[in-house]
């Protein structure tokens, strides 16, 4: 695309930040080196998913002096899935791109996104061939879930991929339609559709601060993806159901021509009791999982808004607005 048609398209970069002041230093310089390398109109849309430390000073500051750069500051921490969503309803460019603050979705990879968009796709992801600093066990329990989740769910879902995705116009309009309350960002993507393709990357380690990740919340959203995309646990548990009862049904006759064909008693209670405790925690397991899906209709049913923003400002000097108050599209989302 020629330079002139390339400045008519805004790509906004949506960069949701939680506690992330010892990297924003380093973002900023990258985005200040990106942005001057780019033809079309880069904006920056911070969501600050309710950081305790010094983060929304030093975006304002720093960016006070920038053109085009929006922070939208939540009540308190609502998660990163969350902010992501509520990046992509405030946005209002011809195609926004997914980012994290900590540098290890690398601005360059972005514009490589932004030119593969040019050539005529709705949606470029960033398809990670390797990733530095991530260990083993993390690597190899990644893996597998994103093969697991796409052979699961039936969501042609692009392995090896995170939330760093360039998404056009289009595609948010209908992202926003979506409106589910737990929504699990990059799966819904997939499951949009539209024209959908890869940029490769290898995705360096964090460049400054800790993760906001722990494994608590990893395996969280690793739950909330199956769930939000298939009911497949609970026919599972149905059937494990069956097959164990059936299967006990055939031990009973066992028992019984033991007793009464051979004239002999199976003893061990120690069996026995492993069995009660065996089942019982299958049955358990089971109770949760139908709980876990109980408890999604629980949220979709409330309809509360997904997130509250407590203030909203802009770089072009004027605030949008500030106060507590609840958006007009998260009470409708
Ligand atoms: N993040 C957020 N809210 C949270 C947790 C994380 O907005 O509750 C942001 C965080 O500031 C970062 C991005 O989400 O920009 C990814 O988080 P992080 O880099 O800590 O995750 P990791 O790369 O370790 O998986
Ligand atoms: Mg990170």
């Not at 969501?155 to 929504?183: C, Y």
Request: hydrophobic fraction near 45%.
């Amino acid at each position: 695309m020629s330079r002139s048609l390339s400045e008519h398209l805004h790509v906004c970069l949506i960069i949701p930040v939680f506690n992330e002041e010892d990297v924003l230093p380093l973002l900023f310089e990258a985005l200040q080196a990106f942005r001057n390398d780019r033809d079309e109109r880069i904006s920056i849309l911070f969501i600050d998913d309710g950081s305790t430390d010094g983060t929304a000073a030093l975006i304002r500051s720093v960016a006070g002096a920038w053109e085009d750069v929006q922070l939208i500051t939540f009540s308190r921490n609502f998660g990163h899935q969350i902010a992501v969503t509520a990046g992509l309803n405030l946005c209002e460019a011809d195609a926004a791109i997914v980012m994290d603050a900590d540098l290890q979705d690398p601005p360059e990879v972005a514009g490589r996104m932004i030119d593969v968009w040019k050539d005529g796709h709705d949606v470029v992801y960033g398809h990670r061939i390797e990733r530095e600093q991530v260990g083993w066990f993390e690597r190899f329990t990644a893996g597998v879930y994103y093969r697991f989740f796409r052979s699961f769910t039936g969501v042609d879902a692009p392995v090896d991929t995170g939330d760093f995705r360039l998404i056009s116009k289009p595609v948010i309009d209908a992202f926003r339609s979506l409106n589910e309350q737990q929504p699990y960002v990059r799966g819904l993507v997939s499951w949009l559709g539209f024209r959908q393709t890869a940029v490769d990357y290898v995705r360096p380690g964090r460049a400054a601060g800790t993760t906001k990740y722990p494994w608590r919340r990893r395996f969280d959203l690793a739950l909330d993806g199956l769930a939000s995309f298939s009911g497949k646990p609970l026919r599972f548990a149905m059937r494990l159901g069956l097959l164990i009862a059936a299967g006990s049904m055939l031990g009973l006759v066992w028992v019984l021509i033991v007793k009464y064909v051979m004239e002999t008693a199976i003893t061990g209670w120690a069996s026995l009791t492993f069995a009660a405790f065996f089942f019982g925690g299958v049955q358990l397991f089971f109770l949760g999982v139908m709980g876990s899906y109980l408890a999604r209709v629980y949220d979709e049913v409330k309809g509360r808004p997904r997130y509250v923003v407590r203030d909203s400002w802009h770089s072009n000097g004027n605030a949008v607005s500030s106060g507590p108050r609840t958006t007009p599209e998260s009470s409708t989302t």
